[in-house]
């Protein structure tokens, strides 16, 4: 059965079609979520302003562990050791070359002829091997070019040592049968294709990006271009769910996790959303399929599972462990607990790294004459630390408490509390990150007291900053 990689581009298509404005930040949380859900390749935006765009990509390759980073060069030598300096922090690392490939895009946006075209390419892809064994070039408009002209410019950049090359349909004007048909005559006319991998970018404007995606794959393409975010081509949880569904009749998989697709969509959603602060990051979460379902204390961890099923996770034992004993500590302090909490429940204790500090229990003394007194009690490898602070504040007390037992400061990037549900047992929501290294982590906690779920929510900040650390 063949790999389908998919390709996120989510953040090369929101400047190109100014459909986005996504800070700093906000990227890095993007780009840390599709690197936790196994897309194959993260495209990022190129270097156009030397010392700002460096800084990004920099930061960007630090953070991508799983993942491949692509990112596009310009065709001189200065652009491709810029763009190499900058992104060689990553695991993996792709340089892309990309050329429009169609005779009227050649002539206005390329301002160069088609034989010139074929030799700068070959030329740039060339020089990008020399620093890296993974190059792709992209073709774009490829769709719109004549196919044995696409041929010859296809064998000089493998002969270059491209390992990749992607055809895009800008035009998004082919039915997927057509689409289908490009792909096996261009496998005819460049032979060399059978020997690496063929990517292939749809544009959506006749609303059959995602079909014409499919086509492509049964026709032998191996990579796939995707958004997490709407934009106008292929939709990336909609191929990978149909690669999952369909993976025997395509013959064909994605290592992408379907399981976490939901709330790493949702999550990408409410960054990439206009009105971030109404967004909440649980509206839409809940499938129809469990909506109006209430779950008590005395259910049992089988029926729990099963509702969790049902919205779209896949939970290993232990993940279902520490779901169920999440559950357990909110059903005893409410009457019942909502499909909507449920999967707040998962979210915060499943699909997390191993924990190096676990909450054994704290103690918070807070009044209006007083400072606020924090006693918290962690277990890190079995072993019992326990600290007291003074704070402004139950949190800011909680906090310094765990920092003393950590023996480590870590700046406060943000912080936040939303109530996830309704009513006077509502479950609260805390968000944490914080720095380390010049890196972003996120921690997020439930409970009925809002207290708690901070000190969870720094305490799964934390297991993160020291699951690389020890890694």
């Not at 690392?93 to 990309?98: C, N, S």
């Not at 149909?242 to 998989?253: F, H, T």
């Not at 129809?288 to 049992?300: F, K, M, P, Q, S």
């Not at 003074?390 to 906090?399: A, R, V």
Request: net charge negative; hydrophobic share 45%.
């Amino acid at each position: 059965m063949r790999d389908i990689r998919v390709s996120d581009i989510t953040m090369r298509e929101a400047i190109a079609s100014k459909a986005l404005s996504l800070s700093f930040k906000e990227k890095l949380e993007i780009v840390k979520i599709l690197d936790r859900i196994g897309v194959g390749s993260i495209e990022v935006e190129g270097i156009e302003s030397s010392k700002v765009d460096s800084l990004r990509i920099k930061s960007i390759a630090s953070l991508v562990k799983n993942s491949t980073l692509a990112v596009p060069v310009k065709m001189d030598e200065d652009s491709i050791q810029a763009v190499w300096n900058a992104a060689k922090g990553a695991k993996h690392v792709r340089l892309q070359v990309e050329a429009a490939v169609s005779p009227s895009c050649m002539e206005y946006i390329q301002r160069k002829k088609a034989d010139t075209l074929i030799a700068d390419a070959a030329e740039a892809v060339a020089k990008c091997a020399q620093l890296t064994d993974d190059v792709e070039f992209v073709a774009i408009d490829a769709t719109r070019t004549d196919v044995a002209y696409l041929a010859r410019v296809i064998d000089a950049v493998v002969a270059a040592g491209a390992k990749t090359v992607t055809v895009c349909d800008a035009a998004g004007s082919m039915l997927p049968e057509e689409f289908a048909q490009f792909i096996a005559d261009l496998y005819q006319a460049a032979p060399q294709l059978k020997d690496i991998d063929l990517g292939i970018s749809c544009c959506n404007n006749l609303n059959m990006a995602d079909a014409c995606a499919v086509a492509g794959v049964m026709a032998g393409a191996s990579i796939v271009k995707a958004t997490s975010y709407p934009m106008g081509v292929v939709a990336l949880d909609n191929v990978a769910r149909i690669l999952a569904a369909k993976a025997d009749a395509l013959g064909a998989q994605s290592k992408v996790r379907v399981t976490e697709l939901k709330r790493a969509m949702n999550q990408i959603s409410r960054l990439c959303c206009d009105d971030r602060s109404k967004a909440s990051l649980f509206t839409g979460t809940v499938s129809e399929a469990v909506e109006g379902v209430v779950l008590t204390a005395g259910d049992d961890q089988a029926t729990v599972m099963q509702y969790v099923e049902r919205l779209g996770y896949s939970l290993s034992d232990e993940d279902a462990d520490a779901v169920f004993e999440a559950f357990k500590k909110i059903a005893a302090s409410k009457e019942r607990v909502s499909a909507t909490e449920l999967d707040a429940i998962v979210a915060s204790a499943a699909l997390q790294v191993p924990p190096t500090y676990t909450l054994d229990g704290y103690v918070i003394n807070s009044g209006l004459s007083f400072k606020a007194t924090s006693h918290i009690s962690l277990r890190k490898n079995g072993e019992l630390i326990e600290a007291v602070s003074l704070g402004d504040g139950p949190i800011d007390s909680s906090f310094k408490s765990i920092e003393s037992v950590v023996g480590k400061h870590y700046e406060l990037d943000d912080f936040s509390i939303q109530a996830v549900t309704e009513g006077r047992e509502a479950m609260g929501e805390s968000v944490v990150k914080l720095i380390a290294d010049g890196k972003v982590y996120s921690g997020r906690g439930i409970s009925t007291d809002i207290v708690e779920s901070s000190i969870r929510a720094y305490i799964n900040a934390l297991n993160k900053i020291a699951y690389e650390e020890q890694n």
